[in-house]
């Protein structure tokens, strides 16, 4: 066993598991308590509680609801193509879950899965995957209305990908590398002016790409006011209409992974990741804070917009933000090197 | 060289009268035709001078123009004039002139691109005869094919396309082997001096050894012997002629088989005098095979037009005898019988145009008796027959005489067999049996005059029939003048071409040893006695000095 | 991570993959799946872009793949579009029901 | 010498050519007619006197030389326009214009109602200016064009009346003829010229013994070429089938050019080339016998012809004959003599013929004729002296002529020609007095319309043949034999003969054998007359009792030994089924054929190679991978 | 190492295999992107991390959701292969396929044995950074030049997409990535 212990690889790969055990576990939980916190915080917004009757004031209304769903009767639309039927969920869940791997919530080694030096682009490799989940869950429903939903999120989300990207590329100018513990470190510097401490965050130097950042954000994780493919109104539940039991489940789950890991990457992008005033050990900590603001506002976002129409989310996507982006990163080059010049 | 260019203007001049012709509305029928007749005879003016300012003793180029055409390819815009060109120059001119007025009534649609078409071909033909740039004149020989192309192709008879993809693809296939040997002379010039040129005197200059020589000469022989046309082949020339427009085979006729005999002159015997003289039989023979073959075709023609085409044939293998007999005589002989051909071959198809106008049919059988209604057509046309058959007094008689005399002295080995223990030579059977080809012509030409002229009116539509308008007097006037000018007075033709065939023979035969080829003593002996100035009590000025 | 891929199993890896994608061109009748295995053949020269890259040292195969990516999607893109046409045209994306240039 | 001598002669008939061609119909019948018979005219008088200078010069230097401007001059060959006056040319020159201008007076009348008048005129004058080209000529290439010119005048002139398609297919036949005879003539000039250097007579005379070995091949070839030619023109054996078919021309044509003047040229060619035919006698020799043979065969045919114009042309065949036969015995002088008085009868003789047939309104069958001596006073007396003058009786021309060729022929040693020679004379008298029996005595056969309007011929017709009649009669005194150093006339012509080779002089006659030969010459005409009178006025009956006994030779000569037909199935038909067989399967089909093969072929070959395209992407797909595998093979085996 | 390569490289094999195998255009188009995915591993293997990723996202993420489109928009079924003729030019695709696999095989093995584990240090400065400059210094003007290609390529695909009387096309599915 020692002689097995000692080898470097097996130390790495035993070390790795556990992490990815903590990761998963962690995220499950944190996916389940955020419905119930969306729907707690739904219902303050428009004045009514939230679930309160299971457990103590519904706190254990998450487990119900896992239970409740791996219990349903599970059935498949005739003439669906069984195979990818069943891929599609799992493919929701795996790109968020990859995405972890790279995001640092603490300042030491322990506390990030694998500080990949390409981290933002894995996070952005993962992003473009998302689509096919949608694709393939429509397409396989045969369902036309499941087709439909399923080609306008993709459509939604490839034309998003491309202004996130772009924004994402201002704090790469920034920080200098693409590893988003470099980014983190890069943002710890604290600078003073006129006197009053201001972190180093980037959501202060890059104000734009964090507002775009953040709205494209919503757009790839079909939230508020994007969520066009699950419009009730029109296209009954969008992609996912003939998807029952665990398998709405898992797209339910991959929805929310999703979520909470575009705000890890916002928080490790805008707002300094473990960096807060105190010791380093708080890191985990304000990560924590952090995630929890970006969710709230996940949250907060989704029950306050309307729908968007299919056009105005084109015309925003492709007429407003992409350009933005682009000017962005101009204005951050021209910055950088008026900044530079003067330094130099 | 002369301030002024004159053979640019010569050869460029036609093209831009076509080039505005086609500016014209094409319903102004009048004014094109006027516009064309001007622009022809202003070329005939222009070129008349040629006659007295080109000076027959004078060696060399005379008004040369050299200009850089392709530097990088050592092909220079080379053009000059000699005795030769000279001649063949003025029957280009004086033939488009009558051409061009002959063909007023026999062009009903389109006639602006006719006579377009008629001037770019001048343009072409004088172009041939001045570039002395083989490059030059390849393009210009090519750039003749298509105005006659499309002349054949759009006014012609009913079978006037497929006699003129053939004319066009027959003439091409030779003039392409042409090329491949200009380019194997240019590249054998190239690595021999050094100097990258396609000038005319550069490749004379070139010495060529025997093997090369000989398919080198095969190439530009089959090249020519096309366009001459020579016995096999001839098959496109009826054809062409029968479909061609009147104009359009007139000017065929006139001018553009001398290409070949030209050709023959110009280039294919100075360049390689050797395989000349060693291939001199078989080309005589072929000739000679034409001569024959061409008159015995011509007796059983029923189509007027064809048989004038095969009487070309004919009197054409007497130009290529009198060329091959490679002594004084025949080349001036061969010489002359190209200027007389090109007059009466061409007055006979104007005569032929005259009366298919009229009547729209060509067949022999469909005429008779012409001379009753048409009696003034009858005389042009027994005078230009009697040209065709070489009477004494006409021009005819003149080359002929002279290309049997040229062949009957041929420096040829003795025919083996003991004729009567009498040992001919070759020289003797060619004028022979061209000789018997001047008895054919006059049986076959009788024949169809009778046919056409004499005799009574057998078909009612011939009655009535209008003779020569004053137009086409006109227009035969000049060529009977030039019939019996060049019949009873030769010598001022023959004093202008002299020098340059003798040049010519001079040239061939320094070449020869140059290329180390055993110079067959008698081959050139007249020509020793003809350099020094003949004797003869009315030696004429000072054209005699070589 | 010690040890390096030699050189040749990338280059065979790339030839088979190469191969895969003629054949697939050759031997399907759907322009869809013909187009897909062009994509293959392109991947399997990206692929030896990068062995050779990385056994001679240089960047210039890797930026090598770029180039061919760009390429790749706008011929994708293209292609796409004529597919489209063409199933829009003829009813049919079957290469050998479509021989408008028969002699 | 104030004007050109000799060149103005030819010049004035080719002027009247010209003035004719320019005033055109301005000048009208009487206008044209005057013009013409005036050029002739004047050119006889300007003979006279160049004639007369040259008489005046001595005996020796007799030849006057006038040269125009060179011809044609290519290398070393060079020929002028040049003319010669010696004794032989000044007596053709004499006898072209003297009798043309009678024939020209003559024609006014005869073509007086004639639609195209002024174009006869023109050839004729035109005929002249070609004949007196020929006769003058300086050298042979001149000659030439004087013959051929003769030749297509005598082309246009049968051919007058182009309606009649006989007329015109003899005009044809005519000039093919001659052209055949020329291509000889052709030919035997250019070996003269390959050999001897010049075309000149007295330059290639001068040199010729020097240059050709006496007897030699080339020599013989050369003269029997030149001899060959001079048939083709004088209508001799071989080439003579033209002239019977040449009467279709108007009567005078026929007394000028195919009596006295055109078919004499042959004779005039061999005699001026005497030094070359004695160069080699074997041409003699053929000249002699071929002069018989025709003289002979000719009289022979002659005999059974019914028409009166065929029966002299044939006589004229056979006259012609006698003075080839002159010359080929050697004695040219006489040949010359008899072409002299031959050309005064037998004109005589076409006229006479003329103006019955005019008389007649244009019958000219023998059968329809008869009893004319008392209606046409004068043309039967001048008939009757051409007959005698031709048939021999002494006083008259042509008993001296013919005399002096027999007794020649006789004293050369060539008693075959001799023999010949009496029969041929017999057979002449007989069928001239045949002719003369059923022209004039015997019972009329005329038809009725012929009787009604039978008139004299005019004024203008009569006075020339009175003329003729004289000439033929008086003419021949100039030769009157046994003088001592031979007659007026030879001794006129001997500087031209003798300056030749030396022949070997005849043998000298005693005066005995001369005798005895005339004597011969004179019984033979006697004998002929006497059968004529006797079959044809005595007894008609006997005539076609004979002819009915010998009936399958009376139709073989009437039909001329099918000679025509024989010549036109030989050679005439052939030639045209060789040349379609040549045009029709050889070119179009061999030489055509063989073009169009190579344009099919090349069709062929490219729809090999379609099939390769087959349209389906999926096989050039396949083409491209099979291109990339052999491309890694070669890689692979060169690696 | 070694292990991973080998068994990216199965993946590989097989899935591009089964991409021109399968029937269904919609699974061999799913097989692709499982193939272009091990193929970015495989990149990685080589130490192209740069590459790979960007591999992942053009390829997969772009190009083959583009396939997706047009095969969905297209609704096509399972393809079948039927005649004769296509019968032999399967097998002939197939022999050639062979032919060529055997040469290439003999090519490689002649020309590169097993190359000299050159592998060599491993690369100074990242990846990325190092691709960055590269592309930005010396292939500059290629960048260009396939910027505009792109451009064109946007262009001609609108153009084609519309079609004649502008049929309203499936915008999205003609959207090109960048």
Known sequence: MAALWNQPDVQVAVWALLKVGIILNGMLILVSYMIFAERKIAGHMQARTGPNRVGWFGFMQPWADVLKLFFKEEFIPAEANRVIFHIAPMLAVIPALVTFAVVPFGPGPALVGADVNVGLLVFLAMSSLGVYAITLGGWASNNKYALLGGLRSSAQMISYELAMGLSTIGVLMLAGSLSLVDIVHAQSKVAHVFGLPIPGWYVLYQPVAFVIFMITALAETNRAPFDLPEAEGELVAGFHTEYSSMKFGLFFLGEFMNVISISCIAVTLFLGGWNGPGPASLGLLWFALKLALLLFFFIWIRWTYPRLRYDQLMNLGWKVLLPLALANIVLTAIAIQWVSGAAG | MMAFPWLSWLVFFPLMGAVLLCMMPPAANRLIRTWATVVAFAELAFSLPLWWRVIPGQSGWQFGERHDWIPSLGASYHLGVDGISMLLALLTTVMTAITVVGAYASVEKRGREFYALLLALETGMLGTFFSLDLLLFYVFWEAMLIPMYLLIGIWGGPRRVYAAVKFFLYTMAGSVLMLVAILALYFMQRTATGVATFDLDAFYALVIPGGAQTWLFLAFAVAFAIKVPMFPLHTWLPDAHVEAPTAGSVI???????????????????????????????????????????????????????????????????????????????????????????????????????????????????????????????????????????????????????????????????????????????????????????????????????????????????????????????????????IFWIGVMPQPVLDRVQPALGRTLRLVETRMQVSGAALPATRFAPLARSAAPPAGPAARGGAAGR | MSGVIPLSWSLALSATLFVIGVVGVLVRRNALVIFMSIELMLNAANLAFVAFGRSLQSLDGQIFVFFVMTVAAAEVAVGLAIIVNLFRLRETVFVDEVNLLKG | ????????????????????????????????????????????????????????????????????????????????????????????????????????????????????????????????????????????????????????????????????????????????????????????????????????????????????????????????????????????????????????????????????????????????????????????????????????????????????????????????????MACGVGAFSAGIFHLMTHSFFKALLFLGAGSVIHALSNEQDLRRMGALSSRLPWTHGTMLVATLAITGLPPLAGFFSKDEILSSAFASGHFGVWLVGVAGAVITAFYMFRLYILCFRGSSRLTHEAEQHLHESRPSMIAPLVVLAVLSAVGGWVGMPFQAGGHAFERWLRPVFEGGPAFAPARELSHGTEWALVAVSVTAGVIGILTALRLYLQSPQTATSLASRYASLRTLLVNKYWIDELLDAAVVRPFGAFSGWLWRFWDVVIVDGTVNAVGYALEGASAVLRLFQTGFVGTYALFLALGVAAMLLHFLRHG | MIFLFAGFAALLVASSLLVVLHRNPVTSALFLVLAFCSLGGIYLLLQAEFVALVQVIVYAGAIMVLFLFVIMYLNLRQDVERGVQTAIRRGLGWLVGAVLLAEAFALIAKRWQVGPVSGGPEMLEGNTQAIGRALYTRYLFPFEITSLLLLVAMIGVIVIAKGRGGTAAADDSAEEKP
């Not at chain 4, 020796?60 to 060179?70: C, G, M, P, S």
């Not at chain 4, 029997?224 to 054996?237: C, N």
């Not at chain 4, 021309?249 to 060619?269: D, E, F, K, N, R």
Request: hydrophobic content about 55%; overall charge positive.
């Open chain 2, 252 to 482: 065929l006729a006139a001018v553009l088989l001398k290409m070949g005999t030209y050709g023959f002159l110009r280039f294919a015997m100075p360049l390689f005098p050797v395989a000349s003289a060693h291939f001199a039989p078989w080309i005589a023979g072929l000739a000679i095979v034409g001569v024959v073959y061409g008159a015995l075709v011509a007796m059983v023609q029923p189509d007027l037009k064809k048989l004038v085409a095969y009487s070309s044939v004919s009197h054409l293998g007497f130009c290529m005898l009198g060329l091959y007999a490679l002594n004084p005589q025949g080349l001036a002989g061969g010489m002359l019988q190209m200027l007389n051909h090109g007059v009466s071959t061409g007055a006979l198809f104007l005569l032929v145009g005259v009366i298919y106008e009229r009547r729209h049919t060509r067949q022999i059988a469909d005429f008779g008796g012409l001379w009753k209604s048409m009696p003034v057509y009858g005389a042009v046309f027994l005078v230009v027959m009697l040209s065709s058959i070489g009477l004494p007094g006409t021009n005819g008689f003149v080359g002929e005489f002279l290309v049997l005399l040229g062949a009957f002295r041929a420096d040829t080995p003795h025919v083996g067999i003991p004729l009567l223990h009498l040992a001919p030579t070759w020289g003797n059977l060619w004028s022979v049996f061209a000789a018997l080809g001047v008895i054919l012509s006059a049986v076959y030409m009788l024949r169809m005059f009778q046919r056409v002229m004499f005799g009574p009116i057998t078909h009612p539509e011939n009655e009535k029939l209008a003779d020569l308008s004053m137009r086409e007097r006109l227009v035969f006037a000049p060529i009977i003048v030039l």
């Open chain 4, 1 to 324: 010498m104030t004007l050109p001598l000799i060149s103005l002669i030819p010049a004035l008939p080719l002027a009247a050519v010209a003035l004719h061609l320019l005033l055109g119909d301005r000048l009208g019948k009487r206008g044209t007619a005057l013009l013409a018979c005036g050029a002739v005219g004047a050119a006889f008088l300007l003979a006279l006197r160049a004639v007369f200078a040259l008489a005046a010069r001595p005996e020796a230097d007799r030849t006057l030389v006038e040269i125009v401007t060179t011809w044609m001059r290519a290398g070393d060959f060079s020929v002028d326009i040049s003319f010669l006056l010696d004794p032989l040319s000044a007596v053709m020159i004499l006898v072209v214009t003297g009798v043309g201008f009678l024939i020209h007076v003559y024609s006014i009348g005869y073509m007086a109602h004639d639609a195209s008048f002024r174009r006869f005129f023109l050839y004729l004058n035109l005929f002249m200016f070609a004949m007196l080209t020929l006769v003058l000529a300086d050298n042979f290439l001149l000659m030439f064009v004087g013959w051929e010119g003769v030749g297509l005048c005598s082309y246009l002139l049968i051919g007058f009346w182009y309606e009649r398609p006989s007329a015109a297919q003899a005009g044809k036949k005519a000039f093919v003829v001659n052209r055949i005879g020329d291509f000889g003539f052709l030919l035997g000039m250019l070996t003269l010229f390959a050999f001897g250097g010049t075309l000149n007579f007295t330059r290639l005379f001068a040199v010729a013994p020097h240059v050709f070995a006496a007897g030699g091949t080339v020599i013989t070839i050369a003269t029997l070429l030149l001899f060959l030619g001079a048939t083709g023109k004088s209508a001799q054996i071989p080439l003579y089938v033209w002239l019977p078919d040449a009467m279709e021309g108007p009567t005078p044509v026929s007394a000028l050019i195919h009596a006295a003047t055109m078919v004499t040229a042959g004779v005039y060619m061999v005699a001026r080339c005497h030094v070359l035919f004695r160069l080699a006698p074997v041409s003699l020799e053929v000249v002699a016998v071929v002069g018989a043979a025709t003289a002979l065969f000719a009289a022979t045919i002659g005999l059974a012809q019914n028409d009166i114009k065929r029966v002299l042309a044939y006589s004229t065949v056979s006259q012609l004959g006698y003075m080839f």
